[in-house]
């Protein structure tokens, strides 16, 4: 991932407030940004104007953008398109989550599948031999897929002897609906439970030990602070975590900030242009980037910290987090890429208590 340097944020500050107040032709800065960023300045440009209701203003902006954009990251042309469908307005236009439809399709991407397996192999590489059957909590679980491949694996590889309990955490009755099925399907004899809710509203309520608990591309939906206390409520009840996640600065950067702006240009890009890469109907792929990735770009891009709905964060940072939340009673087991390009990573982070081997 790249990032800008200290001057070079405060110069795409200034630059913005100089073209929100004189709204200068969008070429006109060009030979003041490094020449690779160009684009990402044009997207940063067009989602402040559209996000302070100027939506058709920030149209040139990404057509001049788009003309320069390379090597995958085609976030302006991605955004035009948005815009096209939604009369130019920065806007969430569904309930993230809300259908489960969405994020199967984007599960599915060849490139999220192939992720999603080198995650589940990593996890066979860095848990422990099991002596007896295991209780397993997955905090998002989303369609259950993730859980059923990585259990089945565990149990292939003769890491566990079976599974005693199942916790499927999720806040979309829909989503833990289609997971109970999916994981019931492959384990029948297994007791699975479901919590229907938030991490943030179901971590207080654990009082019992889970031998492994895993999330994927969920527990990135609460602030580094809030993470925090809820990572603390589940620490006493885990000998395990599995974390898979995206490699993004997404939290710590404020509102309408230039660092945050380029963070999404390239990881959301990356992930967009993966979907749309994709052989599938025209009408399916829109849906999985409006009701899915968009929902989530606008309200990154539109809502400030503690309402915004999502907040990845740097490799960094997640160790920092689990350093201090979990240590010392818990190491580091694995700290893998599950997918990884100059842009963008998928990782794979273990950290498990170090009594155990």
Request: aromatic letters at 10%; glycine letters at 6%.
């Amino acid at each position: 991932m790249l990032f800008l340097s200290e001057q070079e944020q405060r110069e795409w500050t200034v630059y913005a407030e100089e073209i929100l107040a004189t709204h200068p032709a969008p070429a006109q800065y060009d030979m003041k940004i490094r020449k690779n960023l160009v684009p990402a300045f044009h997207f940063y440009i067009a989602t402040l104007l559209a996000a302070k209701g100027s939506g058709d203003q920030s149209i040139g902006w990404l057509e001049t953008g788009t003309l320069a954009e390379e090597d995958g990251l085609f976030c302006c042309a991605f955004l035009l398109g948005f815009f096209k469908r939604h009369q130019n307005q920065l806007v969430k236009p569904a309930v993230v989550f809300q259908d489960p439809r969405p994020f199967i399709h984007f599960a599915g991407v060849p490139i999220m599948k192939e992720a999603r397996r080198q995650f589940v192999r990593q996890c066979g590489h860095s848990l422990p031999v099991f002596e007896r059957p295991v209780r397993f909590m997955d905090i998002g679980c989303g369609d259950g897929a993730l859980t059923a491949a990585v259990l089945t694996h565990l149990i292939e590889t003769e890491k566990i002897p079976g599974i005693e309990e199942i916790l499927l955490v999720d806040p979309s009755p829909a989503m833990a609906a289609l997971a109970r099925e999916t994981v019931r399907s492959a384990f029948p004899d297994a007791d699975i439970r479901i919590g229907n809710g938030r991490i943030q509203d179901c971590s207080g309520k654990i009082d019992q030990t889970f031998d492994i608990a895993m999330s994927s591309l969920a527990y990135h939906h609460m602030p580094l602070e809030d993470k925090r206390i809820h990572l603390s409520r589940l620490k006493p009840w885990i000998n395990h975590f599995i974390l898979f996640e995206m490699d993004a600065n997404n939290d710590k950067p404020d509102i309408f900030t230039p660092d945050l702006a380029l963070s999404v240009y390239q990881s959301y890009g990356r992930i967009i242009d993966f979907v749309y890469s994709h052989d599938a109907p025209v009408d399916v792929v829109n849906d999985c980037i409006d009701s899915f990735l968009m929902t989530e770009v606008v309200s990154i891009l539109t809502e400030p910290r503690g309402t915004r709905s999502d907040y990845h964060m740097l490799q960094s940072q997640w160790h920092s987090l689990f350093s201090e939340v979990l240590g010392p009673e818990f190491t580091l087991r694995c700290d893998s890429a599950a997918y990884a390009d100059e842009y963008m990573s998928l990782i794979t982070l273990h950290y498990g208590r170090a009594n155990q081997k």
